[in-house]
């Protein structure tokens, strides 16, 4: 029965790591993709871009944030008893 408790919070904090993991990934390849449309929208139409810029920093902001909630309830699962 220990044993079985053990193993699933082992489970329990592979997972919450395993999930951060993915979820900083997942951010890290948005930012990419978000930066490198950017960069082609600008330089297709350079007359907006300070538009272009100021859409992406805020779109760059809330995929940091989605990511930063990601992360925590990851840490929440690791250190929960």
């Known amino acids: 029965m220990l044993g079985t408790i053990l193993e699933a919070a082992a489970l329990a904090k ?16 948005g930012i990419g993709k978000l930066a490198q449309s950017t960069m082609e929208a600008s ?17 760059g902001a809330l995929i ?12 929440l699962a690791i250190t929960s008893k």
Not at 64 to 75: A, K, M, Q, R, S
């Open 14 to 29: 592979f997972g919450g790591a395993l999930g951060a993991g993915i979820v900083a990934l997942a951010a890290a390849i």
């Open 64 to 75: 940091e944030g989605v990511c930063l909630f990601g992360v925590l309830v990851c840490l």
């Open 43 to 59: 330089a297709r139409q350079p007359e907006i871009a300070g538009g272009l810029r100021t859409t992406a920093i805020i779109i």
